[in-house]
């Protein structure tokens, strides 16, 4: 089981240029926005912070849990 994972949340456009290696799910909202959980590399989580127009959560396993059970 994942130890943690992150919660990255964003327009489509930019969720959908976004290529995570290990991505979880991808679910999109009836808004138009788009949310993705991943396991991210400290690299990955550095660089998706620094965006604009991107929210990222990071989940401890009882929020992932509730989010993959959606």
């Known amino acids: 089981m994942l130890e943690s994972a992150s919660r990255i949340s964003g327009d489509a456009?930019?969720?959908?240029?976004?290529?995570?290696?290990?991505?979880?799910r991808r679910h999109r909202h009836a808004d138009g926005?788009?949310?993705?959980?991943?396991?991210?590399?400290?690299?990955?989580?550095?660089?998706?912070?620094?965006?604009?127009?991107?929210k990222v959560d990071?989940?401890?396993l009882e929020d992932l849990f509730?989010?993959?059970t959606r």
């Open 13 to 24: 456009g930019a969720i959908d240029a976004l290529r995570l290696q290990r991505e979880v």
């Open 58 to 60: 990071t989940l401890n």
């Open 33 to 54: 926005s788009v949310t993705v959980l991943a396991r991210l590399s400290a690299e990955e989580d550095e660089q998706l912070r620094a965006r604009t127009g991107l």
């Open 66 to 68: 509730v989010e993959v």
